[in-house]
């Protein structure tokens, strides 16, 4: 099981010189088409207990190769009991903060997670042991959100509390604290509609890299909490995130400490094989795990349609507004606009 | 489903600076044993209108590293009709330039791909999106020319289109232009015998990677042209392909446009189990993915048996005269004879 | 089928600067939680004549990045009779040196193998020719060592030959001569308990890095001979092992020659599903694979419990005391205890 994207984002662009490295490589100069993600998953349960979730990422860059393999999730899970309502998680896998960030991508709409909450824990996981509790029916209404087509998140528990090394995920812990993280979330059943509710946040310190004269401390405190809206789309859909927090920032040659803040908020309809939705995105503060964890201002809008025709195929073609910060020094702001474009295969 | 193959270069071999790092990094100085290729292949048809074909290589040398993944094929089909002759390829695939290069090296006698067809397309695929017709008897001639061992090429369809990035496989596209390729190929039945007859070309503009004082433009006319002709080996078999065209090459100090030619011929008779073969290849030309684009001139014959008892193995043993431009400045050119030993495993 | 190790090594930790490299990275200074293995192995009979065993490592480190993917296993056994006593393992396989080298990870009580056998193949395997020869009922005696619990090291063969690049696996060949390797060992059935007796050799030159100002040959010496003794775990085992051998080592900034020898004794007992065991390392030699071959004097006592309430899951705890040659320059050594945990999954 598994699925693949294939992106174009080269159509209309306006300015070559912006770029979202965290989100998408291929936006901006030389993108051309891109594998975005190539992934492959092997799970299962592997006693009434224990159940295992392998899924490695096949179009990862591993230094200037393209095309290598890097892990997302590599984990098992222990159940406590034999509803399965409690459990712990041990390896890495997504760290329980915000929404979208526990949605797959498979099952997102728009092309790209959010800025604001994805600054967080980049690549959404990390190496640790997380508990999750959730009861039964819960489970299944989380399970049907997926199933159903209404964008779920998949079932990380009503409440979720853990540790974890806190570098983001496939990076070398550097420090001797874990981050702790913790989140509750709850989808209520209003009628027919589902709202979920949800809110949390991480504590921990991060080492930033750095590079040239740039300073930085050891370490550095990391803190963040969001809060999560989703109205499901049955057929109207909205969906608003939030968070707050501290972490590092380049400011003037030197690392420290910053507050920072950002959020989304998007609209869709579901009409059908067709989706369609608009999304709107802030950021300002650091970005933690880049060199230097320079500061972003962040403002994005993005428009899309994505059509399902088939189970196994998905396309999306959406116009994107965005001014977003340069990645190099001396970290200027670009606009512009283009045109984005995705085959996604589900297998 | 897959094949590995390991190898031993360095019996009899009379001059340890023969290298040929294209097609085969064991032969010449330091070999040893070799895994050439180590694959494994998930494919199927996730829907009645898209199949899936995803084919990482195990054995790929990733910064200094050996024997790590990296992508070969990672591709959907989207079949525009029910009978399935109509088809949109999208992700990263075989370009449609030749027939060797079509051909899987599973199916391939002599041991590497002649340089000079795959010196167009190192690694013989990129990443875009093609287009693929062929009628559905011929779909099953190409089908049973690779069930009945007579190493054909499988399907590549009759008429082939494509976009592609341009800078070969696994690499990161390096210019705001793709590629474009065509091929029409035909395997008409006369009486018992099979002939293919194909022709094509690609046009598109390449950057070349410089180090040193060597200048480059920002990027150069890459463009080909090739003819095959292949009489399948019912019992005796005879292939031949030449491509002309002009493309980046090191000339004093510079990458300039400059002109290439080059081709193979081969025989091969299919006796029950063995089948022998004699190759000789030709190449005059630049090898744009190399560092500067250096001058290869190359003359090689290669003489081999192939043994292949049961269907979950295959023994190759080859004796090799070989001339060929020794990748490294100032680029002499080395001369030498070896024998080449391979054992293969299909499962 | 495979099987993740998760691990976590900080607690109780008394120096920082006591570290494992070739064991486990994550003892030590900034360590956290780890995924020491992630493996998942595809292996089959794709031929009564032919097997395949193909294992990918997806916690390996490449240039920097954690979680990518390297080889360990990936080879064929071709046997030459029916029975299957008699074959031919071509690819990258295990090095028949020792037992507990042979012994899968997935079974071994101790969290790390020992220095003194190790270091003779880091990763314990290489590139090459392996002949292997048992009788048909001692295949069955090693199949059931392992299956019953009893901490077996699988079939490598009563009488093991082989030829193997040398340089260790994944690692490019660096001289032209292999390695060459013999190996006998027998499980002996007195009564109700079963005591294996071994001993075997290799010899070949090794072609060691070097950084800075080290000087060192072209290529080096590297021999060695071993012997080992197992008493099965029914109720109570015991496993030894002692190596001797003459290999490279860093002397007053130049490589050279130099003795080495060290082993291990280990005591454990059966109980149910917990497993206590109590070992003990010695190694006084060069590392031959790391850079510069640097001298190291290890003296480990681990003490430890192993629980594998289900087949799915295991959980250790260890207390181990060590005295370890710090891995750079000036090489000091250091000394410390540290408690460690590891949760594995079976798959």
């Known amino acids: 099981r598994g699925y693949t994207q294939v992106r174009y984002n080269q159509l209309g662009a306006t300015n070559e010189r912006l770029v979202n490295l965290q989100g998408d490589r291929s936006i901006g100069k030389d993108g051309g088409f891109l594998i975005r993600r190539a992934r492959v998953i092997l799970y299962g349960d592997v006693h009434e207990r224990v159940s295992v979730y392998l899924q490695p990422d096949f179009a990862s860059v591993v230094s200037d190769q393209y095309h290598s393999l890097v892990l997302r999730d590599w984990y098992a899970d222990i159940f406590l009991d034999k509803k399965k309502e409690f459990r712990f998680r041990v390896g890495q896998s997504k760290v329980p903060y915000g929404f979208e960030n526990m949605q797959s991508s498979s099952n997102r709409a728009p092309l790209d997670r959010s800025d604001a909450l994805n600054s967080a824990v980049k690549d959404e996981r990390d190496l640790g042991v997380f508990f999750y509790w959730a009861p039964d029916r819960i489970r299944k209404r989380f399970k049907s959100l997926v199933d159903q087509g209404l964008k779920g998140s998949g079932d990380y528990g009503v409440v979720a ?40 946040g991480y504590a921990g310190k991060f080492v930033v890299k750095t590079a040239g004269d740039v300073e930085a401390p050891g370490e550095m405190r990391d803190v963040r909490a969001h809060a999560s809206f989703i109205l499901y789309p049955q057929p109207i859909g909205l969906q608003a995130e939030y968070n707050i927090g501290r972490g590092p920032e380049l400011v003037d040659g030197r690392v420290v400490e910053r507050p920072l803040h950002g959020g989304y908020a998007m609209a869709m309809v579901k009409l059908g094989d067709f989706l369609p939705y608009v999304r709107g995105v802030l950021y300002e503060g650091g970005r933690k795990f880049e060199t230097n964890a320079p500061r972003y201002s962040v403002r994005e809008l993005e428009m899309g349609l994505e059509w399902q025709p088939i189970s196994a195929l998905e396309l999306v073609a959406a116009y994107v507004f965005a001014e977003r910060t340069h990645p190099e020094a001396p970290y200027p702001q670009e606009s512009g606009r283009l045109v984005r474009l995705q085959a996604q295969f589900n297998y």
Do not use: D
Request: aromatic content about 8%; cysteine-free; charged content about 15%.
């Open 161 to 200: 509390l853990g540790a974890y090394n806190g570098q983001t995920a496939n990076q070398k812990e550097r420090n001797s604290t874990p981050h702790v993280v913790g989140r509750v979330t709850w989808p209520f059943q209003i009628g027919r509609q589902i709202v979920e509710l949800g809110a949390g």
